[in-house]
Nanobody, 122 residues
Framework: QVQLVEPGGGLVQAGGSLRLSCVASGRVPSASVLAWFRQTPAKEREFVAAISPSGLRTNYADSVKGRFTISRFNFASAMDLQMSSLKPEDTAVYYC???????????????WGQGTQVTVSS
């Protein structure tokens, strides 16, 4: 079993920055892919970014490219999401997700964190 915890989140003004973290524990394979998703009450959950086990391959949603950076130490079971130039439309509950193996696509994640609220005020 795998557990995911997401410390971080909070309230920030538009144009500001915020850093989210995710820590996986339990039976975490070194080949696991980590990702971030987000959801608002008005929208379905959407993909934000993913990172490969080595940290060398990443994938971003078009809406966050150039503003968000996902990072992970080599095969570590933890990752960060540095969010910059935040916009009110980035307001959402952000979820950490893990897939036991595969590529950095947005699909088929098997484990999820409980979510952390990010609120961007205008």
């Amino acid at each position: 079993q795998v557990q995911l915890v997401e410390p971080g989140g909070g309230l920030v003004q538009a144009g500001g920055s915020l850093r989210l973290s995710c820590v996986a524990s339990g039976r975490v394979p070194s080949a696991s892919v980590l990702a971030w998703f987000r959801q608002t009450p008005a929208k379905e959950r959407e993909f934000v970014a993913a990172i490969s086990p080595s940290g060398l391959r990443t994938n971003y949603a078009d809406s966050v490219k150039g503003r968000f950076t996902i990072s992970r130490f080599n095969f570590a079971s933890a990752m960060d999401l540095q969010m910059s130039s935040l916009k009110p439309e980035d307001t959402a509950v952000y979820y950490c997700a893990l897939r036991l193996r595969g590529d950095v696509s947005p699909n088929a994640y098997e484990y999820w964190g409980q979510g952390t609220q990010v609120t961007v005020s205008s």
